[in-house]
């Protein structure tokens, strides 16, 4: 093959788009719209695709700069300023847990690692049980997750997973763990292994080569890098009736002084789970049952490294491939915290600032990267009675801040995963075998690992805690004074306000949530284009 | 461990007395810093204590440090204006010769810190009790790391390349 990569953004842009760059913008700028969508990752994407489709007027607006393929360069030091919210270094309020958010027009689908998972049938069952939520058995939301599946090629992935998930699977045969292979959303996936820096290759079919595209082609509007501050609600205090937020200069970071103000029939929210609910608190519109911005869930990540004999060069192929949820059924939904097995892809940069250690000791490890493996747990969060999750908070200057306490069942689950972990890395053959925290050093053992991981002091800024699923915090639920939202993302207060996103999750997912927040956001989108097409 | 022993072999009163005179002896002052080029954000003081940490933390003697200032200044650059003021209270805070002796157990001006006496005050902020000194620590790591491991440069000595095949085929 020769020649270059051809850039669909760019292609879109020339065919007469109406895509508008808010850091070009010289003046204020007043717009109306059928519908506006705040955000234009997993959940506003596939909604701006499918209210366009109903012949709807549609005008995304996002905070992210629109970057395309040809801007995609393999780099982190690029990828993280330009595509992640806090250039990747988002922090819970003390510092604990970092999040991975996307920010650019696509949202965390840009850079997310592809791997799609319906949502688990326990969780669903959990909701319809405790939530309130009768109508979402498996049965109903099949048809959802099959129209997501067919619309961004989610299917079996059938390529040999490369040696990071090869030592996942190794370590759970050799434990008798049940274990499969992940399901991803690519089509021509070249197998490189740098989804977390925007796939070059257009093969990642995230909402930026799929569903804006396909919006922009039917006449929709994009409004990138402009920051939605806040919602007013009219003096009657039924509905939305204005949007009013500051367009981001070229750094995508600093707002250029030029507002904007749009007037929407209707109103979809897809801020993501921290954005979301920030835009509510900021506007001083928190819901009757005060939930908005509370129950935030994390699936927070605990990570353990491993040297192994054989070379594994853990930044190139398909980042996450293999999965074991045997720790997920070893104990009730809602008793000590279940987790999940999987791996991440290790390149310089997020793996230099996720490795605890400092000096000699961890310039040796890092040397070692093509031998390096490690497996992550997401622990699923929101279910026993004490994982209330976090709650939104907003800093002096309106900007949100996820204050997470991380509580006793929390430490166990860590504990746990740490166990878990390293006894399958030495079941794999790892020469050594470390948990990340800063009390951790390298064992050449099970036993070893296991004395040493037994006595690790479990408090905020030793582990190494990560998420890249941020959920809840605008619970849908059956009954308006304990949940913000209706099964469909239809506000209870406002009536011309839909949340469509991953905040309105009850509880953690349990699995990688893309495809949840897909399959949700598309049943929602469906029942608000047909109540809109009644009038 | 070590500092404990110490401090009970000096004893109560040698002790005081070591406090005492270290409160009337004022700790050094950082000579005047010389600009680095290519930094907008870090001012010259700051861009010392990153040259003299970097090689420290990052455990590599032969380091092009203004190249990792560089570095952490584009970083830092990139961050949300509540966090680039979080990072300036915590440079103007190691920055304070008195803060930078008795917080921080650094004698000498940063620029002519010891490896030992750096790597010293590195772990006992990381172990410490105080999530403060846990999350200086933290943040210098992070940012250090960011600066020098978002390199290229950096790359040959971990064996990592990028994938050759697609770097040609971009536009
Ligand atoms: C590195 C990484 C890897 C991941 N890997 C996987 C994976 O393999 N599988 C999986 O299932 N999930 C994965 N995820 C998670 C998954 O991508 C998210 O759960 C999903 O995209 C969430 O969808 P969302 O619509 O809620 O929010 P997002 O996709 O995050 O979109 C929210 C958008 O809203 C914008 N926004 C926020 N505030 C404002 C505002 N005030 N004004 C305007 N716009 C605003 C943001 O910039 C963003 O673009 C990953 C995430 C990351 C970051």
């Given at each position: 093959?020769?020649?270059?990569?051809?850039?669909?953004?760019?292609?879109?842009?020339?065919?007469?788009?109406?895509?508008?760059?808010?850091?070009?913008?010289?003046?204020?700028?007043?717009?109306?719209a059928?519908?506006?969508?705040?955000?234009?990752?997993?959940?506003?994407?596939?909604?701006?695709e499918?209210?366009s489709?109903?012949?709807?007027?549609?005008?995304?607006?996002?905070?992210?700069?629109?970057?395309?393929?040809?801007?995609?360069?393999?780099?982190?030091?690029?990828?993280?300023?330009?595509?992640?919210?806090?250039?990747?270094s988002?922090?819970?309020?003390?510092?604990?847990?970092?999040?991975?958010?996307?920010?650019?027009?696509?949202?965390?689908?840009?850079?997310n690692?592809?791997?799609?998972?319906?949502?688990?049938?326990?969780?669903?069952?959990?909701?319809?049980?405790?939530?309130?939520?009768?109508?979402?058995s498996?049965?109903?939301m099949?048809?959802?997750?099959?129209?997501?599946?067919?619309?961004?090629?989610?299917?079996?992935?059938?390529?040999?997973?490369?040696?990071?998930?090869?030592v996942?699977?190794?370590?759970?045969?050799?434990?008798?763990?049940?274990?499969?292979?992940?399901?991803?959303?690519?089509?021509?996936?070249?197998?490189?292994?740098?989804?977390?820096?925007?796939?070059p290759?257009?093969?990642?079919?995230?909402?930026?080569?799929?569903?804006?595209?396909?919006?922009?082609?039917?006449?929709?509007?994009?409004?990138?890098?402009?920051?939605?501050?806040?919602?007013?609600?009219?003096?009657?205090?039924?509905?939305?009736?204005?949007?009013?937020?500051?367009?981001?200069?070229?750094?995508?970071?600093?707002?250029?002084?030029?507002?904007?103000m749009?007037?929407?029939?209707?109103?979809?929210l897809?801020?993501?789970?921290?954005?979301?609910?920030?835009?509510?608190?900021?506007?001083?519109?928190?819901?009757?049952?005060?939930?908005?911005?509370r129950?935030?869930?994390?699936?927070?990540?605990?990570?353990?490294?491993?040297?192994?004999?054989?070379?594994?060069?853990?930044?190139?192929?398909?980042?996450q491939?293999v999965?074991?949820?045997?720790?997920?059924?070893?104990?009730?939904?809602?008793?000590?915290?279940?987790?999940?097995?999987?791996?991440?892809?290790?390149?310089?940069?997020?793996?230099?600032?996720?490795?605890?250690?400092?000096?000699?000791?961890?310039?040796?490890?890092?040397?070692?990267?093509?031998?390096?493996?490690?497996?992550?747990?997401?622990?699923?969060?929101?279910?026993?009675p004490?994982?209330?999750?976090?709650?939104?908070?907003?800093?002096?200057?309106?900007?949100?801040?996820?204050?997470?306490?991380?509580?006793?069942?929390?430490?166990?689950?860590?504990?746990?995963?740490?166990?878990?972990?390293?006894?399958?890395?030495?079941?794999?053959?790892?020469?050594?075998?470390?948990?990340?925290?800063?009390?951790?050093?390298?064992?050449?053992?099970?036993?070893?690992?296991?004395a040493m991981?037994?006595?690790?002091?479990?408090?905020?800024?030793?582990?190494?805690?990560?998420s890249?699923?941020?959920?809840?915090?605008?619970?849908?639920?059956?009954?308006?004074?304990?949940?913000?939202?209706?099964?469909?993302?239809?506000?209870?207060?406002?009536?011309?306000?839909t949340?469509?996103?991953?905040s309105?999750?009850?509880?953690?997912?349990?699995?990688?949530?893309q495809?949840?927040?897909?399959?949700?956001?598309?049943?929602?989108?469906?029942?608000?284009?047909?109540?809109?097409?009644?009038? | 461990?070590?500092?404990?022993?110490?401090?009970?072999?000096?004893?109560?009163?040698?002790?005081?007395?070591?406090?005492?005179?270290?409160?009337?002896?004022?700790?050094?002052?950082?000579?005047?810093?010389e600009?680095?080029?290519?930094?907008?954000?870090?001012?010259?003081?700051?861009?010392?204590?990153?040259?003299?940490?970097?090689?420290v933390?990052?455990?590599?003697?032969?380091?092009?440090?203004?190249?990792?200032?560089?570095?952490?200044?584009?970083?830092?650059?990139?961050?949300?204006?509540?966090?680039?003021?979080?990072?300036?209270?915590?440079?103007?805070?190691?920055g304070?010769?008195?803060?930078?002796?008795?917080?921080?157990?650094?004698?000498?001006?940063?620029?002519?810190?010891?490896?030992?006496?750096?790597?010293?005050?590195?772990?006992?902020?990381?172990?410490?009790?105080?999530?403060?000194?846990?999350?200086?620590?933290?943040?210098?790591?992070?940012?250090?790391?960011?600066?020098?491991?978002?390199?290229?440069?950096?790359?040959?000595?971990?064996?990592?390349?990028?994938?050759?095949?697609v770097?040609?085929?971009?536009?």
């Open positions: 093959m020769s020649g270059k990569i051809p850039d669909l953004i760019r292609q879109g842009l020339a065919s007469g788009w109406k895509a508008m760059d808010g850091a070009a913008q010289r003046n204020d700028l007043f717009l109306s059928d519908v506006a969508v705040i955000g234009s990752g997993a959940g506003g994407g596939i909604a701006a499918a209210l489709l109903a012949g709807l007027d549609v005008l995304l607006l996002e905070e992210g700069g629109l970057h395309s393929s040809s801007d995609f360069r393999l780099l982190e030091a690029k990828a993280y300023p330009e595509l992640y919210q806090e250039s990747a988002r922090q819970t309020l003390d510092k604990a847990i970092t999040i991975l958010q996307g920010r650019a027009v696509g949202g965390s689908t840009v850079v690692w592809t791997s799609s998972f319906r949502t688990p049938p326990d969780t669903l069952l959990w909701w319809q049980e405790n939530h309130g939520l009768p109508g979402l498996v049965e109903a099949r048809p959802w997750f099959e129209q997501a599946e067919r619309r961004l090629g989610i299917g079996p992935w059938l390529a040999e997973p490369n040696g990071n998930n090869l996942l699977e190794r370590g759970c045969l050799a434990l008798g763990l049940r274990h499969a292979r992940i399901p991803r959303n690519v089509r021509g996936c070249w197998n490189l292994g740098y989804c977390g820096m925007g796939c290759t257009n093969a990642k079919q995230s909402m930026l080569v799929t569903c804006i595209p396909s919006a922009l082609s039917r006449g929709a509007r994009l409004l990138s890098r402009a920051r939605v501050d806040r919602l007013a609600a009219d003096p009657a205090g039924k509905s939305i009736s204005a949007i009013e937020g500051s367009f981001l200069g070229a750094d995508g970071n600093t707002p250029s002084g030029r507002r904007f749009v007037r929407a029939r209707h109103v979809v897809a801020a993501g789970a921290i954005g979301t609910p920030a835009i509510l608190l900021r506007s001083g519109l928190a819901d009757a049952s005060g939930q908005t911005g129950r935030t869930f994390l699936h927070p990540v605990t990570l353990s490294a491993a040297l192994m004999p054989e070379r594994i060069e853990p930044y190139n192929g398909a980042p491939s999965y074991s949820d045997h720790y997920m059924h070893t104990q009730p939904l809602d008793g000590a915290l279940g987790f999940k097995l999987e791996v991440p892809p290790i390149h310089p940069l997020l793996a230099s600032v996720t490795f605890p250690g400092f000096g000699s000791e961890q310039a040796s490890l890092l040397r070692q990267l093509p031998h390096l493996h490690a497996t992550l747990a997401l622990m699923r969060d929101g279910f026993h004490d994982s209330r999750g976090g709650e939104v908070r907003l800093r002096s200057d309106g900007s949100p801040v996820l204050d997470y306490p991380l509580n006793d069942v929390i430490w166990d689950g860590a504990r746990r995963s740490w166990l878990a972990m390293a006894e399958l890395q030495f079941a794999a053959g790892a020469r050594l075998a470390m948990p990340l925290h800063e009390a951790a050093r390298p064992a050449s053992s099970w036993r070893q690992a296991r991981i037994e006595g690790l002091p479990l408090r905020a800024l030793q582990a190494r805690l990560v890249a699923h941020v959920m809840g915090g605008m619970a849908m639920g059956g009954d308006p004074s304990l949940s913000v939202v209706d099964e469909w993302g239809g506000h209870w207060t406002w009536r011309n306000l949340v469509l996103d991953g309105i999750f009850p509880t953690s997912i349990g699995a990688n949530p495809l949840s927040v897909y399959a949700f956001a598309l049943r929602g989108a469906d029942h608000l284009a047909r109540a809109l097409a009644r009038g | 461990m070590a500092s404990r022993r110490q401090f009970l072999k000096a004893g109560a009163f040698g002790g005081a007395a070591l406090l005492i005179a270290g409160y009337w002896a004022a700790p050094a002052a950082d000579p005047e810093a600009a680095v080029a290519g930094l907008s954000w870090l001012r010259p003081a700051d861009a010392q204590i990153v040259m003299a940490l970097a090689p933390l990052l455990g590599l003697a032969e380091l092009p440090v203004a190249k990792v200032a560089q570095g952490v200044d584009q970083a830092i650059s990139g961050l949300p204006l509540a966090t680039q003021e979080e990072i300036r209270q915590m440079f103007d805070l190691l304070n010769r008195w803060a930078r002796r008795w917080l921080a157990g650094v004698r000498p001006p940063w620029r002519m810190a010891g490896a030992m006496e750096s790597a010293r005050f590195l772990q006992r902020w990381r172990e410490s009790r105080f999530a403060l000194q846990n999350s200086v620590y933290q943040g210098l790591h992070r940012l250090i790391h960011a600066g020098w491991y978002g390199s290229p440069a950096s790359w040959a000595a971990l064996g990592y390349q990028q994938p050759a095949a770097m040609g085929m971009l536009p």
